[in-house]
């Protein structure tokens, strides 16, 4: 049907993950050809056009643990990335002033190295929004429609 959708998530306690788990989920119902994946090395999605990367925010607006190499990567060997394209979700909170501090540094970095944003990042509130999942598929069809 399309070009294979690498989504990549950064977790710090697994929140993240769920989400990005439910999208590829949604996404293989819908025909896409999606691998979600952890911890990942920038050898292993350099390939990949398309890239959804669902993030949370931790301490003071730092990235997960498990995103920042990656993100770290393409800093230092500021990595070519045209021919790139990606979208963000975040989940935070939003009793810190630096609510989803994670999507606007991933975003600045890629759109820097040349990637093309999609769509808008979705910004999920883990204080209001129970259902996390729910709220990113409700945003899904944003990111469907720009490919």
């Not at 952890?38 to 643990?65: F, M």
């Amino acid at each position: 049907m399309s070009e294979k959708i690498s989504i990549i998530t950064g977790s710090t306690l697994g929140a993240a993950e769920y989400v990005g788990d439910h999208l590829g989920d949604v996404l293989q119902e819908k025909g896409f050809d999606v691998t979600v994946q952890n911890a990942v090395i920038l050898d292993e999605v350099i390939d990949d056009k398309i890239w959804l990367i669902v993030t949370s925010t931790h301490g003071a607006g730092d990235l997960p643990d498990n995103l920042k190499p990656l993100m770290n990567q393409i800093a230092e060997e500021k990595t070519d990335l045209s021919g790139r394209r990606f979208a963000v979700v975040g989940l935070g909170n939003s009793d810190y002033d630096t609510f989803c501090f994670a999507v606007d540094k991933v975003e600045n970095l890629l759109l820097a190295q040349g990637a093309v944003r999609l769509c808008d990042a979705l910004r999920i509130d883990v204080l209001t929004e129970e259902n996390h999942e729910q709220v990113a598929e409700n945003w899904l069809p944003n990111f469907i429609a720009a490919l």
